[in-house]
Protein backbone atom coordinates (compact mmCIF):
# COMPACT_ATOMS: atom_id res chain seq x y z
CA UNK A 1 0.00 0.00 0.00
CA UNK A 2 3.25 2.14 0.65
CA UNK A 3 3.38 2.00 -3.92
CA UNK A 4 -0.46 3.17 -3.80
CA UNK A 5 0.68 6.65 -1.33
CA UNK A 6 3.22 7.48 -3.87
CA UNK A 7 1.39 6.77 -6.86
CA UNK A 8 -1.69 8.74 -5.99
CA UNK A 9 0.25 11.67 -3.73
CA UNK A 10 2.99 11.87 -6.90
CA UNK A 11 2.84 15.56 -8.04
CA UNK A 12 2.42 17.36 -10.97
CA UNK A 13 4.98 21.02 -11.55
CA UNK A 14 2.65 23.80 -11.54
CA UNK A 15 1.98 27.33 -10.79
CA UNK A 16 2.45 28.64 -7.14
CA UNK A 17 -0.89 28.41 -6.59
CA UNK A 18 -1.64 24.52 -6.93
CA UNK A 19 -3.77 22.40 -4.37
CA UNK A 20 -1.90 19.41 -3.61
CA UNK A 21 -3.40 16.25 -1.84
CA UNK A 22 -1.09 16.65 1.47
CA UNK A 23 -2.25 20.64 1.38
CA UNK A 24 -6.06 19.57 1.19
CA UNK A 25 -5.67 17.46 4.55
CA UNK A 26 -3.92 20.25 6.49
CA UNK A 27 -6.89 22.72 5.02
CA UNK A 28 -9.20 20.22 6.07
CA UNK A 29 -8.31 20.18 9.45
CA UNK A 30 -7.84 23.66 9.93
CA UNK A 31 -10.98 24.76 8.28
CA UNK A 32 -13.60 21.78 8.28
CA UNK A 33 -17.10 22.91 10.67
CA UNK A 34 -17.64 19.17 10.72
CA UNK A 35 -14.60 18.48 12.74
CA UNK A 36 -14.49 21.66 14.40
CA UNK A 37 -18.01 20.90 16.33
CA UNK A 38 -16.19 16.95 16.98
CA UNK A 39 -13.57 18.78 18.34
CA UNK A 40 -16.01 20.55 21.06
CA UNK A 41 -17.85 17.55 21.58
CA UNK A 42 -14.23 16.48 22.62
CA UNK A 43 -12.74 19.34 24.73
CA UNK A 44 -16.82 19.34 26.53
CA UNK A 45 -15.71 15.68 27.36
CA UNK A 46 -12.26 16.09 28.92
CA UNK A 47 -13.76 18.97 30.89
CA UNK A 48 -15.89 16.58 32.39
CA UNK A 49 -13.10 14.12 32.97
CA UNK A 50 -11.11 16.79 34.97
CA UNK A 51 -13.93 17.42 37.11
CA UNK A 52 -14.50 14.12 38.07
CA UNK A 53 -10.98 14.27 38.94
CA UNK A 54 -10.82 17.26 40.71
CA UNK A 55 -13.82 15.53 42.76
CA UNK A 56 -10.86 13.45 44.84
CA UNK A 57 -9.67 16.96 46.01
CA UNK A 58 -10.73 18.44 49.67
CA UNK A 59 -13.33 21.38 49.27
CA UNK A 60 -12.78 24.51 51.29
CA UNK A 61 -15.61 26.15 52.70
CA UNK A 62 -15.63 29.55 54.89
CA UNK A 63 -18.43 30.24 56.98
CA UNK A 64 -19.49 33.85 59.16
CA UNK A 65 -22.33 34.91 60.89
CA UNK A 66 -23.39 38.04 62.69
CA UNK A 67 -26.41 38.79 65.10
CA UNK A 68 -27.45 41.89 67.02
CA UNK A 69 -29.91 40.98 69.45
CA UNK A 70 -31.64 42.94 72.43
CA UNK A 71 -31.89 40.25 75.41
CA UNK A 72 -33.42 42.59 77.66
CA UNK A 73 -35.46 46.12 77.40
CA UNK A 74 -33.32 46.84 80.41
CA UNK A 75 -30.16 45.94 79.17
CA UNK A 76 -27.45 47.25 76.09
CA UNK A 77 -27.50 45.68 72.62
CA UNK A 78 -25.70 42.05 72.64
CA UNK A 79 -24.15 41.22 69.40
CA UNK A 80 -23.02 37.67 68.33
CA UNK A 81 -20.18 36.25 66.14
CA UNK A 82 -19.36 33.27 64.71
CA UNK A 83 -16.51 32.57 61.73
CA UNK A 84 -14.27 29.96 60.47
CA UNK A 85 -13.57 27.39 57.86
CA UNK A 86 -14.47 23.53 57.41
CA UNK A 87 -12.62 21.07 54.93
CA UNK A 88 -14.40 18.05 53.79
CA UNK A 89 -13.05 15.30 51.58
CA UNK A 90 -13.99 12.06 50.74
CA UNK A 91 -10.76 9.79 49.97
CA UNK A 92 -13.09 6.44 49.36
CA UNK A 93 -14.96 6.48 46.84
CA UNK A 94 -15.10 3.21 44.45
CA UNK A 95 -17.84 3.91 42.38
CA UNK A 96 -16.33 7.54 41.55
CA UNK A 97 -12.83 5.69 40.02
CA UNK A 98 -14.70 3.79 37.95
CA UNK A 99 -16.64 6.81 36.65
CA UNK A 100 -13.37 8.46 36.17
CA UNK A 101 -12.52 5.08 34.02
CA UNK A 102 -15.48 5.62 31.80
CA UNK A 103 -15.20 9.57 31.38
CA UNK A 104 -11.11 8.42 30.44
CA UNK A 105 -12.61 5.76 27.28
CA UNK A 106 -15.35 8.21 26.28
CA UNK A 107 -12.47 10.52 25.51
CA UNK A 108 -10.93 8.01 23.22
CA UNK A 109 -14.28 7.23 21.66
CA UNK A 110 -14.86 11.23 20.64
CA UNK A 111 -11.13 10.94 19.46
CA UNK A 112 -12.33 8.33 17.17
CA UNK A 113 -15.14 9.78 16.09
CA UNK A 114 -13.06 13.17 15.01
CA UNK A 115 -11.19 10.61 13.22
CA UNK A 116 -14.35 8.98 11.25
CA UNK A 117 -15.44 12.39 10.63
CA UNK A 118 -12.41 13.38 8.90
CA UNK A 119 -11.75 10.42 6.56
CA UNK A 120 -15.03 11.28 5.07
CA UNK A 121 -14.56 14.78 4.74
CA UNK A 122 -11.24 14.08 3.23
CA UNK A 123 -11.79 11.58 0.51
CA UNK A 124 -14.77 13.64 -0.26
CA UNK A 125 -12.49 16.62 -0.69
CA UNK A 126 -9.99 14.14 -2.52
CA UNK A 127 -12.00 13.34 -4.63
CA UNK A 128 -13.43 16.68 -5.60
CA UNK A 129 -9.92 17.39 -6.33
CA UNK A 130 -9.09 14.14 -8.67
CA UNK A 131 -12.24 15.43 -10.33
CA UNK A 132 -10.99 18.98 -10.96
CA UNK A 133 -8.18 17.65 -12.58
CA UNK A 134 -10.25 15.68 -15.05
CA UNK A 135 -12.05 18.35 -15.77
CA UNK A 136 -8.99 20.36 -16.00
CA UNK A 137 -7.86 17.72 -18.79
CA UNK A 138 -11.09 17.26 -20.30
CA UNK A 139 -11.48 21.49 -20.76
CA UNK A 140 -7.90 21.30 -22.72
CA UNK A 141 -9.39 18.71 -24.76
CA UNK A 142 -12.52 20.54 -25.85
CA UNK A 143 -10.96 23.51 -26.41
CA UNK A 144 -8.68 21.42 -29.17
CA UNK A 145 -11.91 19.76 -30.26
CA UNK A 146 -13.39 23.25 -30.74
CA UNK A 147 -10.00 23.36 -33.04
CA UNK A 148 -10.59 20.62 -34.97
CA UNK A 149 -14.16 21.05 -35.75
CA UNK A 150 -13.08 24.88 -37.03
CA UNK A 151 -10.62 22.99 -39.24
CA UNK A 152 -13.03 20.59 -40.70
CA UNK A 153 -15.17 23.72 -41.33
CA UNK A 154 -11.72 25.41 -42.93
CA UNK A 155 -11.85 22.33 -45.08
CA UNK A 156 -15.48 22.31 -46.01
CA UNK A 157 -15.36 26.00 -47.12
CA UNK A 158 -12.59 25.50 -49.36
CA UNK A 159 -14.16 22.60 -51.11
CA UNK A 160 -17.09 24.80 -51.18
CA UNK A 161 -15.48 27.46 -53.15
CA UNK A 162 -13.64 25.02 -55.52
CA UNK A 163 -17.41 23.75 -56.20
CA UNK A 164 -16.52 20.28 -55.10
CA UNK A 165 -19.50 20.25 -52.17
CA UNK A 166 -22.71 21.74 -51.45
CA UNK A 167 -23.61 24.75 -49.19
CA UNK A 168 -24.99 21.97 -46.39
CA UNK A 169 -21.61 20.70 -46.08
CA UNK A 170 -20.37 24.04 -44.47
CA UNK A 171 -23.73 24.26 -42.68
CA UNK A 172 -23.51 21.52 -41.38
CA UNK A 173 -19.71 21.99 -40.31
CA UNK A 174 -20.98 25.64 -38.73
CA UNK A 175 -23.22 23.68 -35.81
CA UNK A 176 -20.59 20.97 -35.04
CA UNK A 177 -18.06 24.16 -34.00
CA UNK A 178 -21.23 25.32 -32.12
CA UNK A 179 -21.85 22.40 -30.58
CA UNK A 180 -17.88 21.71 -29.59
CA UNK A 181 -18.26 25.58 -28.37
CA UNK A 182 -21.06 24.91 -26.13
CA UNK A 183 -19.68 21.50 -24.58
CA UNK A 184 -16.36 23.54 -23.92
CA UNK A 185 -18.71 25.66 -21.68
CA UNK A 186 -20.36 22.97 -20.57
CA UNK A 187 -16.61 21.55 -19.04
CA UNK A 188 -15.84 24.95 -17.66
CA UNK A 189 -19.10 25.12 -15.34
CA UNK A 190 -18.94 22.04 -14.30
CA UNK A 191 -15.48 22.79 -13.07
CA UNK A 192 -16.93 25.81 -11.33
CA UNK A 193 -19.30 24.07 -9.56
CA UNK A 194 -17.05 21.29 -8.65
CA UNK A 195 -14.54 24.36 -6.99
CA UNK A 196 -17.58 25.21 -5.39
CA UNK A 197 -18.20 21.99 -3.39
CA UNK A 198 -14.71 21.54 -2.42
CA UNK A 199 -14.52 24.93 -1.44
CA UNK A 200 -17.46 24.29 0.88
CA UNK A 201 -15.94 21.33 2.48
CA UNK A 202 -12.80 24.00 3.02
CA UNK A 203 -15.20 27.28 5.00
CA UNK A 204 -14.85 28.93 1.28
CA UNK A 205 -11.22 29.26 2.72
CA UNK A 206 -9.82 29.16 -1.07
CA UNK A 207 -9.60 32.39 -3.23
CA UNK A 208 -10.30 30.66 -6.38
CA UNK A 209 -7.49 30.50 -8.67
CA UNK A 210 -5.67 27.42 -7.04
CA UNK A 211 -5.12 24.47 -9.26
CA UNK A 212 -5.76 21.16 -8.62
CA UNK A 213 -2.25 19.29 -8.66
CA UNK A 214 -2.38 15.73 -8.54
CA UNK A 215 -1.71 13.22 -10.85
CA UNK A 216 -4.18 10.58 -12.63
CA UNK A 217 -2.91 6.85 -11.76
CA UNK A 218 -2.94 5.10 -14.84
CA UNK A 219 -0.98 1.78 -13.91
CA UNK A 220 -2.90 -1.20 -11.70
CA UNK A 221 -1.57 -1.56 -8.80
CA UNK A 222 -1.00 -5.24 -6.66
CA UNK A 223 -4.32 -5.63 -3.94
CA UNK A 224 -4.41 -8.75 -1.49
CA UNK A 225 -7.79 -8.65 -0.07
CA UNK A 226 -6.48 -10.76 3.05
CA UNK A 227 -4.27 -7.98 3.73
CA UNK A 228 -6.30 -5.03 2.97
CA UNK A 229 -9.17 -6.10 5.41
CA UNK A 230 -6.53 -6.53 8.19
CA UNK A 231 -5.06 -3.60 7.84
CA UNK A 232 -9.06 -2.08 7.63
CA UNK A 233 -9.63 -3.64 11.11
CA UNK A 234 -6.49 -2.23 12.47
CA UNK A 235 -7.10 1.16 11.15
CA UNK A 236 -10.41 2.08 10.33
CA UNK A 237 -11.57 4.66 13.33
CA UNK A 238 -15.22 2.98 13.46
CA UNK A 239 -13.98 -0.55 14.39
CA UNK A 240 -11.75 1.13 17.13
CA UNK A 241 -14.97 3.34 18.43
CA UNK A 242 -17.14 0.16 18.35
CA UNK A 243 -13.91 -0.91 20.49
CA UNK A 244 -14.57 1.80 22.51
CA UNK A 245 -18.17 1.35 23.33
CA UNK A 246 -17.45 -2.17 24.33
CA UNK A 247 -15.02 -1.30 27.01
CA UNK A 248 -17.51 1.62 28.47
CA UNK A 249 -20.07 -1.07 28.47
CA UNK A 250 -18.17 -3.21 30.47
CA UNK A 251 -17.51 -0.49 32.27
CA UNK A 252 -21.05 0.33 33.18
CA UNK A 253 -21.36 -2.73 34.83
CA UNK A 254 -19.04 -2.32 37.42
CA UNK A 255 -20.23 1.21 38.15
CA UNK A 256 -23.38 -0.37 38.90
CA UNK A 257 -22.14 -3.19 40.37
CA UNK A 258 -19.97 -0.05 42.96
CA UNK A 259 -23.64 1.11 44.02
CA UNK A 260 -23.22 -1.47 47.20
CA UNK A 261 -19.52 -0.41 47.24
CA UNK A 262 -18.05 1.60 51.00
CA UNK A 263 -17.66 5.12 50.80
CA UNK A 264 -15.14 7.05 53.37
CA UNK A 265 -15.87 10.93 54.17
CA UNK A 266 -13.49 12.93 56.48
CA UNK A 267 -14.11 16.65 57.42
CA UNK A 268 -12.23 18.85 59.63
CA UNK A 269 -13.90 22.20 60.76
CA UNK A 270 -12.82 25.33 62.64
CA UNK A 271 -14.61 28.08 64.25
CA UNK A 272 -15.18 30.97 66.71
CA UNK A 273 -17.91 32.18 67.74
CA UNK A 274 -19.17 34.70 71.10
CA UNK A 275 -20.42 37.78 72.32
CA UNK A 276 -17.41 39.54 71.93
CA UNK A 277 -14.62 39.48 69.01
CA UNK A 278 -12.89 37.39 68.60
CA UNK A 279 -15.09 34.65 70.22
CA UNK A 280 -13.93 31.26 72.09
CA UNK A 281 -12.42 28.98 69.86
CA UNK A 282 -14.08 25.64 68.71
CA UNK A 283 -12.39 22.81 66.70
CA UNK A 284 -14.34 19.59 65.37
CA UNK A 285 -12.96 16.35 63.42
CA UNK A 286 -14.56 13.01 62.32
CA UNK A 287 -14.74 10.84 59.92
CA UNK A 288 -17.98 8.27 58.20
CA UNK A 289 -17.80 5.61 56.64
CA UNK A 290 -21.45 3.80 54.98
CA UNK A 291 -21.28 0.26 54.07
CA UNK A 292 -24.62 -0.45 51.96
CA UNK A 293 -25.44 -3.45 52.17
CA UNK A 294 -29.14 -4.31 50.79
CA UNK A 295 -31.32 -2.16 48.33
CA UNK A 296 -34.01 -4.35 47.97
CA UNK A 297 -32.67 -5.77 44.34
CA UNK A 298 -32.18 -2.30 42.47
CA UNK A 299 -28.42 -2.66 41.86
CA UNK A 300 -29.08 -6.85 40.68
CA UNK A 301 -31.35 -5.76 38.24
CA UNK A 302 -29.46 -2.24 37.06
CA UNK A 303 -27.10 -4.57 36.50
CA UNK A 304 -28.58 -6.72 34.33
CA UNK A 305 -29.55 -3.51 32.24
CA UNK A 306 -26.25 -2.85 31.59
CA UNK A 307 -25.02 -6.27 31.00
CA UNK A 308 -27.89 -6.03 27.75
CA UNK A 309 -26.54 -2.84 26.89
CA UNK A 310 -22.67 -4.65 26.81
CA UNK A 311 -24.09 -7.48 24.73
CA UNK A 312 -25.53 -4.96 22.23
CA UNK A 313 -22.19 -3.03 22.17
CA UNK A 314 -20.20 -5.97 21.32
CA UNK A 315 -22.54 -7.29 18.52
CA UNK A 316 -22.45 -3.88 17.01
CA UNK A 317 -19.08 -4.01 17.57
CA UNK A 318 -19.00 -7.34 15.25
CA UNK A 319 -21.47 -6.10 13.17
CA UNK A 320 -19.30 -2.86 12.36
CA UNK A 321 -16.37 -5.21 11.35
CA UNK A 322 -18.39 -6.78 9.47
CA UNK A 323 -19.79 -4.00 7.45
CA UNK A 324 -15.89 -2.12 7.32
CA UNK A 325 -14.76 -6.46 5.51
CA UNK A 326 -17.85 -5.73 3.33
CA UNK A 327 -16.92 -1.92 2.12
CA UNK A 328 -13.25 -3.21 0.96
CA UNK A 329 -14.01 -6.20 -0.63
CA UNK A 330 -17.37 -3.93 -2.91
CA UNK A 331 -14.16 -1.04 -3.16
CA UNK A 332 -11.31 -3.51 -4.25
CA UNK A 333 -13.98 -5.12 -6.69
CA UNK A 334 -15.01 -1.50 -7.88
CA UNK A 335 -10.80 -0.99 -8.51
CA UNK A 336 -10.69 -4.07 -10.26
CA UNK A 337 -13.78 -3.24 -12.78
CA UNK A 338 -12.77 0.39 -13.42
CA UNK A 339 -9.68 -0.39 -14.16
CA UNK A 340 -10.91 -3.57 -16.92
CA UNK A 341 -13.44 0.23 -18.40
CA UNK A 342 -10.02 1.75 -18.41
CA UNK A 343 -8.37 0.08 -20.60
CA UNK A 344 -11.18 -0.96 -22.63
CA UNK A 345 -11.77 2.82 -23.35
CA UNK A 346 -8.06 3.24 -23.95
CA UNK A 347 -8.33 0.63 -26.83
CA UNK A 348 -11.24 2.27 -28.39
CA UNK A 349 -9.85 5.47 -28.33
CA UNK A 350 -7.12 4.35 -30.18
CA UNK A 351 -9.66 2.98 -32.86
CA UNK A 352 -11.61 6.26 -32.79
CA UNK A 353 -8.00 8.51 -33.50
CA UNK A 354 -7.24 6.39 -36.28
CA UNK A 355 -10.84 6.56 -37.75
CA UNK A 356 -10.80 9.94 -38.08
CA UNK A 357 -7.83 10.53 -39.05
CA UNK A 358 -9.13 8.40 -42.47
CA UNK A 359 -12.22 10.24 -42.55
CA UNK A 360 -10.53 13.32 -42.50
CA UNK A 361 -8.34 11.91 -44.85
CA UNK A 362 -10.97 10.83 -46.99
CA UNK A 363 -12.73 13.54 -47.32
CA UNK A 364 -9.89 15.99 -48.47
CA UNK A 365 -9.49 13.50 -51.15
CA UNK A 366 -13.53 13.96 -52.04
CA UNK A 367 -13.66 9.97 -51.51
CA UNK A 368 -16.13 10.48 -48.44
CA UNK A 369 -18.92 12.60 -47.81
CA UNK A 370 -19.18 15.06 -44.86
CA UNK A 371 -21.53 13.02 -43.02
CA UNK A 372 -18.79 10.02 -42.36
CA UNK A 373 -16.34 12.65 -41.60
CA UNK A 374 -18.83 14.42 -38.74
CA UNK A 375 -19.46 11.08 -37.32
CA UNK A 376 -16.42 9.48 -36.91
CA UNK A 377 -15.57 12.49 -35.51
CA UNK A 378 -18.25 12.68 -33.10
CA UNK A 379 -17.27 8.86 -32.35
CA UNK A 380 -13.44 9.97 -31.37
CA UNK A 381 -14.25 13.06 -29.21
CA UNK A 382 -16.70 10.70 -27.67
CA UNK A 383 -14.12 8.22 -26.99
CA UNK A 384 -11.54 10.71 -25.62
CA UNK A 385 -14.25 11.74 -22.68
CA UNK A 386 -15.14 8.19 -22.18
CA UNK A 387 -11.03 7.59 -21.81
CA UNK A 388 -10.97 10.70 -19.31
CA UNK A 389 -14.06 9.67 -17.23
CA UNK A 390 -12.86 6.04 -17.32
CA UNK A 391 -9.33 7.23 -15.51
CA UNK A 392 -11.51 9.40 -13.33
CA UNK A 393 -13.58 6.79 -12.16
CA UNK A 394 -10.63 4.22 -11.72
CA UNK A 395 -8.86 7.48 -9.30
CA UNK A 396 -11.82 7.92 -7.39
CA UNK A 397 -12.02 3.98 -7.03
CA UNK A 398 -8.68 3.93 -5.63
CA UNK A 399 -9.58 6.69 -3.33
CA UNK A 400 -12.85 4.85 -2.23
CA UNK A 401 -10.50 1.95 -1.85
CA UNK A 402 -7.88 4.08 0.69
CA UNK A 403 -10.79 5.02 2.45
CA UNK A 404 -11.89 1.52 3.12
CA UNK A 405 -8.93 0.04 4.80
CA UNK A 406 -8.08 3.93 6.72
CA UNK A 407 -5.03 4.69 4.95
CA UNK A 408 -6.44 8.07 4.24
CA UNK A 409 -6.02 8.79 7.88
CA UNK A 410 -1.87 8.57 6.92
CA UNK A 411 -0.84 6.49 9.37
CA UNK A 412 -1.72 3.13 11.41
CA UNK A 413 -1.72 4.17 15.15
Not at 238 to 258: G, H, M, N, T, Y
Amino acid sequence: MKLLTAALTLLIPVNAFALTPSQLKGLILKRSLKLKVQKEQVKAQEFKEKATFRSYFPKVNLTSSFNEFYPDIFQNWNQNYTYGVSITAEPLNLQRNVELSINREKVRELRYAVDSTFLDVYSEALSYLYKLKALEREIDLRKKQVESSEKILSVAKKKLKKGLVMITDVLKAKSEVEKRRALLSQAENEYRKTFNLLNALLDFSLKGNEKPNVELLKEKLPFSSENLIRKALLMRPEVKEAKQQVKIAEKSVQLVKRNLSPKLSVNFSAQRTGTDFPGDKNYSAGFTLSFPVFDSGLTKFQTLEQVSQLKKAQLNLKETENSVKLEVLNALSDVNYSYSQLKSSESSLKYARKAYERALNEYKLGVSDIVALLQAFEFYCQSQEDYIQSLLNYNLSVVSLRKATGELLGGEN
